[in-house]
């Protein structure tokens, strides 16, 4: 049911009917035309009426969308103001989520030091992935934001707050050539995975790939091969790991957060984790 927690429902209307364009509000809201699509037509069931005349090359409101216009968009201004009110008392808690790999590199170690740090706050950690994140971001439902990428948006802060070297690792001393025949892909992001390929092109061909330092690991555990890590993940395999070669390429992790947050107390958090 439609209630006053889906304020975003009314917000994707009032971006739908600015844009006249599903796709552009899509664009716009970091959603899926599909998850847009779904939004009015759960606010259309709601109100009982069709709130759009979808035409081939347009859309247009109808005479009932052009009435819920403008109480919608002093709901959200109301509900804007309201936010921005409240989020000038003294930070009491913080939602923070990462990719998992930016997870991996960075948060499961800086958490624990977070909560001694700030020994009164209340910390809500998440592992999600990057569509997400950004429309989180976005609808102020998380406060900060980490991944191997950063944000392109005028409304979010990307900072590089880690950056690691990468090695090339396998189950045994071999040579690179022969170690790349079991390559094992762990995806740095576009950048980081298209110069890796340049590097070595055979791992193109690689027969297992995913996104996750620990599936990998896991995969690695289990069936040997080779793969690209941080130093600091693959010292925790010791010696069943053999160092074959430095890989000249750096992967970042990026800290995000909207750039009018004004949470009295969330800059020194933001400072602490950026390590100045």
């Known amino acids: 049911m439609f209630d006053a927690m889906d304020i975003r429902f009314l917000n994707t209307f009032i971006e739908v009917a600015r844009t006249r364009h599903f796709g552009k509000a899509a664009e716009n809201l970091y959603l899926t035309q599909s998850a847009v699509s779904a939004r009015i037509k759960q606010l259309e069931e709601y109100f009982n009426t069709a709130l ?59 958490l624990p ?7 009164d706050l209340t910390v809500r950690a998440e592992v999600i992935n990057n569509e997400s994140m950004v429309r989180l971001l976005h609808e102020r439902l998380i406060d900060l934001a980490f991944s191997l990428e950063p944000i392109k948006s005028d409304d979010v802060v990307s900072d590089c707050i ?19 025949e079991q390559y094992i892909h762990i995806d740095w992001g576009v950048k980081s995975s298209e110069a890796i390929e340049k590097q070595y092109p055979k791992v193109r061909r690689a ?22 890590l941080p130093d600091k993940i693959a010292e925790c395999f010791g010696s069943t790991m053999h160092r074959l070669e430095m890989v000249p390429i750096e992967i970042k992790t990026y800290i995000h957060y909207l750039s009018d947050t004004n949470k009295r107390g969330m800059q ?4 602490y984790l950026s390590g100045e």
Do not use: C
């Open 52 to 110: 759009f005349i979808r035409q081939r090359n347009s859309i247009k409101l109808t005479p009932a969308g052009e009435k819920l216009l403008p109480f919608a968009e002093n709901l959200s201004h109301t509900l804007g103001e309201a936010r921005r009110s409240l989020n000038d008392a003294e930070i009491q808690h913080i939602v923070i989520s990462g990719t998992p790999n930016a997870w991996e590199l960075f948060l499961q170690d800086e």
């Open 113 to 119: 030091d977070i909560q001694n740090q700030f020994s």
């Open 162 to 180: 880690l950056t690691s070297s990468l090695a090339l690792y396998s189950d045994k001393s071999q040579s690179v050539e022969d170690a790349l």
């Open 207 to 228: 027969n297992f790939r995913t996104g996750s330092i620990q599936v990998a690991l896991s995969y690695f555990a289990r069936n040997g091969g080779s793969l690209i």
């Open 268 to 271: 020194e958090v933001i400072n």
